[in-house]
């Protein structure tokens, strides 16, 4: 067990460290506060722990072998992306305390920062094909409960971990920046990167 645990968390920790739609979400969050970002973690932690129910109660086979509800999940995903994108790149950081840029001040909240970062998660149904494709390989037929359990919650300490790292290094990056023009300039390519790799998604 020990090797399997092993193995499971290089891969994991590997995937977890590679940018995605995730990690740029996070480190723009971490633009306004580190309770941002980790309400933003959080969030993402709720949508995997969605991912692993629905791998654990066979529902993801479900939905993944029904092209039409698949394809809508996938379409409606790249769509949100495309969305939290578009705003990001059109608002930037934004004045905390100004009237005429209400996304900044949605973004403030701790309670949008976790709802956004389970949408941005949930956005992309790919993520149900990559937990299905992994915790077979690691899971005992007489102990899958068990199994799916633990190494759920490997995978989910692994997202904390990382995530959190990656919340600290934008806080103190984008703390160096201050109040220049450069920080906007920076959330703002973020906010492309969103776009692009929504467009991954809806590709499939």
């Known amino acids: 067990m020990l090797e399997l645990t092993l193995q499971f968390l290089a891969i994991t920790l590997f995937l977890e460290v590679t940018p995605g739609p995730a990690v740029l979400f996070v480190l723009y969050q971490s633009a306004f506060s580190l309770r941002n970002a980790f309400a933003g973690i959080m969030g993402l932690l709720t949508s995997n722990i969605i991912w692993i129910s629905l791998v654990a109660t066979g529902l993801g086979l479900v939905l993944t072998q029904t092209p039409a509800i698949f394809n809508g999940l996938r ?50 149904p790919k993520a149900l ?70 467009i991954a998604v809806a590709k499939g």
């Open 75 to 124: 379409f409606v995903g790249a769509a949100y992306l495309v969305y939290l994108g578009y705003k990001i790149i059109r608002y930037g950081i934004g004045k905390p305390y100004a009237d005429e840029n209400t996304q900044a001040g949605q973004y403030k909240s701790k309670w949008s920062s976790y709802r956004r970062g389970m949408f941005t998660s949930l956005s992309n």
């Open 129 to 198: 094909l990559f937990f299905m494709a992994l915790f077979p390989q690691f899971t005992r037929p007489e102990h899958f409960s068990h199994d799916i359990i633990y190494f759920g919650a490997i995978k989910m300490l692994c997202l904390a971990v990382v995530m959190g790292g990656y919340a600290l290094m934008g806080r103190k990056l984008f703390n160096y920046m201050g109040g220049s023009s450069w920080a906007n300039t920076i959330s703002r390519v973020l906010g492309g990167g969103i776009i692009i790799a929504a």
